[in-house]
């Protein structure tokens, strides 16, 4: 996997080996399924979104300082206002959004995007088993209570990871297919309660 250079609307991670990092651009067009051209932009312009909200703007925005903005919104301000102050206005606005938005969601999609987001690496293998949906197969792989109210298991999630990529080495019965398919189910219902939570349309780019 090439490393990111540094763009207006991501945040770099540095490569390790012998762990990659999800790159969850474009998860939603599997999850969702989009069957024309509109729905795609809208699913990639939330694949923007909520990367941009919990490997950035979620932090900076505790700091009351976002001066970045996903590509999609990037694109749009610099079709109206492109100031420093109008693109820092901007980012507090959306981060702001998105905050209430992800605050007001019903159940665990909240935890899952959290998770499916939040810029991690993880063993190669399992990388290649479970694609972007990796994180999510992870936390499911935890053998209790894969979704708390906050998430802070950095560590566990580290050491089940490593015993998933043990297990998909040695070719113990990891219920690939399983796992796969829960995580699939789990990201698809909470990408389409944070779309109807946040307004998504095909207007512009995509996003209001």
Same mark, same amino acid.
């Given at each position: 996997?090439?490393?990111?250079?540094?763009?207006?609307?991501?945040?770099?991670?540095?490569?390790?080996?012998?762990?990659?990092?999800?790159?969850?651009?474009?998860?939603?067009?599997?999850?969702?399924?989009?069957?024309?051209?509109?729905?795609?932009?809208?699913?990639?312009?939330?694949?923007?979104?909520?990367?941009?909200?919990?490997?950035?703007?979620?932090?900076?925005?505790?700091?009351?300082?976002?001066?970045?903005?996903?590509?999609?919104?990037?694109?749009?301000?610099?079709?109206?206002?492109?100031?420093?102050?109008?693109?820092?206005?901007?980012?507090?606005?959306?981060?702001?959004?998105?905050?209430?938005?992800?605050?007001?969601?019903?159940?665990?999609?909240?935890?899952?995007?959290?998770?499916?987001?939040?810029?991690?690496?993880?063993?190669?293998?399992?990388?290649?088993?479970?694609?972007?949906?990796?994180?999510?197969?992870?936390?499911?792989?935890?053998?209790?209570?894969?979704?708390?109210?906050?998430?802070?298991?950095?560590?566990?999630?580290? %050491? *089940?990871? $490593?015993?998933?990529? +043990?297990?998909?080495?040695?070719? @113990? &019965? !990891?219920?690939?297919?399983?796992?796969?398919?829960?995580?699939?189910?789990?990201?698809?219902? %909470? *990408?389409? $309660?944070?779309?109807? +939570?946040?307004?998504?349309?095909? @207007? &512009? !780019?995509?996003?209001?």
């Amino acid at each position: 996997m090439t490393s990111r250079k540094k763009k207006p609307h991501a945040v770099p991670v540095a490569a390790s080996k012998p762990t990659v990092t999800v790159n969850p651009t474009r998860r939603t067009d599997a999850a969702l399924h989009p069957a024309s051209r509109l729905d795609v932009i809208v699913s990639r312009a939330l694949d923007q979104e909520l990367e941009w909200y919990f490997g950035y703007a979620e932090s900076a925005l505790r700091r009351e300082d976002v001066g970045m903005l996903p590509s999609y919104a990037v694109v749009r301000i610099l079709a109206t206002e492109p100031t420093d102050e109008a693109i820092r206005a901007k980012g507090h606005e959306l981060a702001r959004t998105v905050k209430a938005c992800l605050h007001g969601l019903p159940g665990r999609h909240a935890s899952v995007l959290r998770v499916a987001y939040t810029p991690r690496r993880w063993p190669r293998n399992v990388v290649k088993a479970f694609d972007t949906l990796a994180p999510v197969a992870v936390r499911l792989a935890l053998a209790e209570d894969p979704w708390p109210a906050r998430s802070s298991r950095a560590g566990l999630e580290e %050491a *089940v990871a $490593a015993q998933l990529s +043990a297990g998909l080495v040695q070719k @113990s &019965g !990891v219920p690939v297919g399983r796992l796969r398919a829960q995580a699939q189910r789990l990201f698809g219902s %909470a *990408v389409v $309660a944070y779309m109807a +939570a946040r307004s998504l349309d095909a @207007s &512009g !780019v995509g996003l209001r």
